[in-house]
């Protein structure tokens, strides 16, 4: 399951897409609760060498399991936090911006989503 915030993932056919037109921290609270009923973190939920507050697209690649994972659940609660503790610094951005932020998004992922396997 893909969980996204990124209107760019809309129409991707070869996997479940759980699109959510909500916050970054929103998506990161939705990924911990799906975490809790079993589902586990297959991409992290914070890109390197971007600050979580200019992260305005969030999408997380997640399966499910037979029991919680706690790498996962530590992973999620340590971004929902960092994500929380930016947040107040979050400036505006022209949709220019706000584009370059949603193919960086795109981009990472649908490179994860190619090393599990799924077809993009």
């Known amino acids: 399951m893909l969980l996204t915030n990124n209107w760019r993932f809309k129409e991707l056919k ?10 970054s921290l929103d998506i990161l609270i939705h990924a911990r609760d799906l975490v809790h009923l ?24 997640l399966v499910k399991t037979n029991s919680m994972d706690l790498e996962s659940v530590m992973l999620i609660e ?3 936090s960092k994500l929380q503790m930016a947040n107040f610094k979050r400036r505006e951005y022209n949709q220019s911006v ?4 949603s193919y960086i998004d795109f981009e990472i ?6 090393q599990g396997g799924i077809d993009v």
């Open 98 to 101: 706000k584009d370059d932020f």
């Open 38 to 61: 079993g589902y586990k973190l297959m991409t992290h939920p914070l890109y390197a060498n971007l600050k979580p507050r200019e992260m305005l697209y969030r999408s997380i690649y």
């Open 78 to 80: 340590e971004a929902i």
């Open 14 to 23: 070869n996997i479940d897409i759980l699109y959510e037109k909500k916050s």
């Open 109 to 114: 992922v649908k490179d994860a989503l190619r």
